[in-house]
């Protein structure tokens, strides 16, 4: 008998690799990925290249406008790896850089942004088999999801990993305590925003892994997958 494809939410703090590992997942069992994270750190950039953001301030009306035009994609590279497209051109590394890092959670707190995101990420997600991540997964775009894991991990901790990533990448001007600052802001606006907030779902799996090895925590992920399938086979022979 044929298994049934799950719809798998990993929601989540900053910089804990929630990409990575869902990544990693989705290789692993056959399923597609979908990282909406990206796809508000591509509307930000729009914003920031159409010059919509002011310090700390969007112009909403100009963005309400044009949110329209704002056209997000993912296509697999000659490695296989997803990469972000905005309005067809490849943003995948502009939109990993601290520029838009220190904007993202302004824009992604903005209502009709998210309820155009979700819009777009529930399509992407109607026929299930896949792995998404970002804040709402579990609590807004998906709440029925078969399994959902809820990713934290110490603000240092994860300070330090965005900081090794942005040296890995040739940023060499960006201090450590620029990075800690980013993390605690975007876990200060992700957690108290009137639009949808991040929260840990009630029925979400809870990885913390400040101390866990890639390989350890792939290991928890698939474990959790595995025994994610066999409750919903269940459930269906119940059915």
Not at 32 to 58: H, P, W
């Amino acid at each position: 008998m044929k298994q049934r494809k799950i719809t798998i939410a990993i929601d989540g703090y900053s910089s804990t690799g929630k990409s990575t590992m869902a990544k990693a997942l989705a290789r692993a069992i056959g399923y597609a990925y979908i990282d909406t994270g990206a796809m508000y750190r591509a509307v930000t950039l729009y914003c920031l290249d159409n010059g919509l953001i002011d310090g700390d301030s969007v112009d909403e009306a100009a963005l309400q406008q044009r949110i329209g035009d704002i056209h997000i994609t993912f296509r697999a590279n000659d490695e296989g790896r997803s990469e972000t497209y905005l309005n067809g051109a490849n943003v995948e590394s502009a939109i990993r850089s601290m520029r838009v890092s220190d904007k993202v959670s302004i824009i992604a707190a903005i209502g009709f942004v998210r309820r155009d995101m979700v819009r777009q990420q529930q399509a992407m997600g109607r026929d299930k088999g896949i792995v998404m991540d970002g804040r709402d997964i579990g609590t807004v775009v998906f709440p029925d999801a078969e399994l959902k894991v809820f990713v934290t991990a110490d603000p240092m901790v994860r300070a330090q990993r965005r900081y090794d990533e942005l040296r890995g990448k040739g940023d060499t001007t960006t201090t450590f305590d620029e990075v800690l600052h980013n993390v605690n802001e975007r876990d200060r606006i992700d957690t108290t925003r009137a639009e949808s907030p991040l929260r840990q779902a009630e029925d979400a799996i809870v990885l913390d892994n400040s101390h866990l090895t890639i390989a350890e925590q792939n290991a928890f992920l698939m474990g959790a997958f595995q025994a994610s399938l066999m409750h919903n086979a269940q459930d269906g022979n119940r059915n």
